[in-house]
């Protein structure tokens, strides 16, 4: 997915990471870039990741480097986020195929509603799955 982030709020964020009033810019900073983090596509965040894992590793007393932590940390949590919707489509789609063999075509959607509110667990253990 391409970054749908419009330029003035990328800015906007990219400036408040620089700002000098704090350690790592504006207390506001967490939130604004888990939201920049949820516009890039998954190479973008691995790639990020792995270069703030690099630039603590090279310069560890840095005082940058508790931003790269957060940063990296950041790009891992949404790329979990992604995984577990990932799987959890996969699931509910196995379990509504299941279902529809032996169903009529009205109460697909209300069944595909239900599904989806199943844990992924449960989903994986009424496919047999582990």
């Known amino acids: 997915m391409p970054n749908p982030l419009d330029e003035k709020t990328h800015r906007r964020v990219i400036a408040e990471i620089t700002e000098e009033n704090t350690p790592y810019g504006n207390p506001a900073w967490h939130t604004n870039y888990m939201a920049l983090c949820t516009h890039r596509d998954d190479d973008a965040l691995r790639y990020i990741a792995e270069d703030c894992r690099k630039a603590v590793e090279a310069q560890p007393?840095?005082?940058k480097c508790s931003?790269?932590?957060d940063e990296q940390h950041y790009c891992h949590m949404e790329l979990r986020y992604r995984n577990k919707n990932r799987e959890r489509e996969r699931l509910c789609a196995a379990v509504v195929e299941r279902i529809n063999s032996d169903m009529e075509a009205g109460r697909k959607g209300r069944i595909k509603k239900l599904v989806a509110r199943v844990s992924i667990r449960d989903l994986k253990n009424y496919l047999g799955e582990k």
């Open 67 to 69: 931003q790269y932590m």
């Open 61 to 63: 007393d840095s005082f």
